[in-house]
């Protein structure tokens, strides 16, 4: 379906954009009239993808290999997807991972901990500030990370990403304060368990949990999260930032 939310003309980069919610996103995104880069290692899918919506409408999307654990990958796709685009006005920062899930926080090893931090913490944060020069030149710059509910509820057994999860959300504040001089928006949703190929591993008590806690008693799907997404890109956000907005149906209420 066709988003309400007009982007027409804006030029969007989403991180881990090949598969899942960031497949959504995009999809949503060339919906609603913008172009889209989107990075991913999911080579084959991305190109697909791409190939896919271009028929549709010809150069409204492009994939780019993108290593959020690679600092000098982020810049340089990054820099690719800017000069693809013409610019950037608008940033998901979308691309995570998980690596923990079902493990007891002293079953986690460092090095996984210490992937997820690169990967989760590290690749939004770099891919931020490599897309600060073209937010702020484009004078209505917008960026929307990707949270998670799991650090406000304080999910168990899957400390590595909880912990991620709970540090974009303080980065979310930060990035706030320090871009807002640049016109530069900065704000996170933070979803529920919601059913992607990411969540196939989840035990099916762990979906009852969440479906049985929720006000909106189902099972949340990608497309509760594009219309929440398009909101913060678009002009109707331009006074909000700083702010983590749970889009969950009511599992974890403000």
Not at 51 to 75: N, S, T, V, W
Not at 204 to 209: D, K
């Amino acid at each position: 379906m066709t988003p309400e939310i007009s982007l027409a003309g804006a030029r969007i980069l989403v991180t881990g954009g090949a598969r899942g919610l960031g497949e959504a996103f995009v999809r949503a995104c060339v919906d609603a009239g913008a172009r889209v880069a989107f990075g991913d290692l999911l080579h084959e899918r991305g190109e697909a993808l791409a190939r896919a919506l271009c028929e549709k409408r010809p150069q409204c999307a492009a994939y780019f290999a993108m290593d959020l654990a690679d600092p000098a990958g982020i810049k340089a796709a990054t820099q690719a997807a800017a000069e693809w685009l013409g610019g950037i006005d608008g940033l998901v920062n979308n691309g995570a991972i998980t690596n923990s899930g079902g493990k007891a926080m002293e079953e986690i090893a460092p090095e996984t901990w210490d992937s997820v931090m690169a990967v989760n913490v590290r690749g939004t944060w770099l891919t931020t500030v490599a897309a600060r020069p073209w937010l702020k030149a484009s004078g209505r710059g917008r960026v929307v990370n990707l949270a998670s509910d799991t650090a406000l509820w304080g999910a168990p057994r899957l400390m590595a990403y909880v912990a991620s999860k709970g540090a974009v959300m303080a980065m979310t504040h930060a990035m706030a304060r320090e871009m807002g001089a640049d016109g530069i928006t900065v704000n996170a949703i933070a979803p529920g368990l919601t059913l992607v190929e990411a969540t196939e591993y989840v035990p099916q008590a762990r979906h009852q949990y969440y479906q049985d806690g929720r006000a909106i008693q189902r099972p949340q799907v990608p497309n509760d999260l594009t219309g929440p997404v398009l909101f913060l890109l678009s002009e109707g956000s331009a006074y909000v930032t700083g702010q983590v907005l749970p889009v969950n149906g009511g599992f974890v209420m403000n």
